[in-house]
């Protein structure tokens, strides 16, 4: 089935301590990216990946770091976690890129609920 | 702040009517525009997208309007059913980055 997988689904951790979302999908997709959804924001983009070892920021790129080694795995990282990073996240991947913008469809996965307290 | 402006918040019609979901932008650079579907628990899913160079998308139930003029484009849903009870959200995509408006959340009454 094709899918995008994100883990943990559920995590809540304290301010400081290190912590990865993964993210796969097994559609080899170029293109993926990471957005956090919050109440009266919608989705906002937090880093985007074109394709292995390619990748840049988003409109809400601080506090968070990603790496794209394989084409299949976009994590994450948050180094040092703060209570307004609580949210939800979701990783995304579109088949690819045409031209210079993005009109392929983006498949979403089932989304990472985050606390820090 | 918010790239693509969304509105309603939320609305409420009853099964059979028309839902009309409005969204506006200002970044003339935009040049694709589509419309997610999330229920809750779940990951936003593509319903339907339109590009600048067309005024009127329809697929099945769902119409993307478009008035490039203006900078605005809707969504209507005709035919309101139960199961289109969801958050829907535009957006708008440039340089490989996609803006969402805030969303909307649709209750069809039955």
């Known amino acids: 089935e094709a899918q995008v997988t994100q883990n943990p689904r559920y995590l809540i951790t304290v301010t400081g301590k290190k912590l990865t979302v993964t993210c796969s999908q097994n559609?080899?997709?170029?293109?993926m990216s990471w957005y956090r959804q919050d109440p009266g924001l919608g989705l906002r983009q937090i880093y985007y990946?074109?394709?292995?070892?390619?990748?840049d920021k988003g409109d809400v790129p601080e506090g968070y770091k990603v790496s794209r080694k394989e084409k299949r795995n976009f994590p994450l990282i948050l180094e040092s976690p703060s209570p307004n990073q609580t949210s939800l996240y979701f990783c995304?991947?579109?088949?690819?890129?045409?031209?210079?913008?993005?009109?392929?469809?983006?498949?979403f996965g089932p989304g990472t609920r985050l606390t820090v307290t | 702040q918010q790239q693509v402006k969304q509105s309603p918040q939320s609305l409420i019609v009853q099964k059979g009517g028309i839902s009309i979901i409005n969204c506006a932008y200002e970044?003339?650079?935009?040049?694709?525009f589509p419309w997610y579907q999330q229920f809750p628990g779940k990951g936003p899913a593509l319903l339907i997208a339109?590009?600048?160079?067309?005024s009127e998308k329809k697929e099945g139930r769902f119409t993307i309007s478009f008035n490039k003029s203006a900078k605005q484009f809707s969504l209507h849903i005709m035919d309101s059913q139960p199961g289109d009870s969801a958050t829907y959200f535009c957006?708008?995509?440039?340089?490989?980055?996609?803006?969402f408006g805030a969303g909307t959340t649709v209750t069809v009454r039955a």
């Open positions: 970044n003339t650079a935009f040049d694709y």
């Open positions: 957006a708008a995509s440039r340089d490989y980055k996609l803006s």
């Open positions: 559609m080899n997709h170029e293109y």
């Open positions: 990946s074109m394709n292995v070892e390619v990748t």
């Open positions: 995304a991947s579109s088949l690819r890129v045409r031209g210079a913008s993005l009109n392929y469809e983006q498949y």
């Open positions: 339109i590009r600048p160079d067309v």
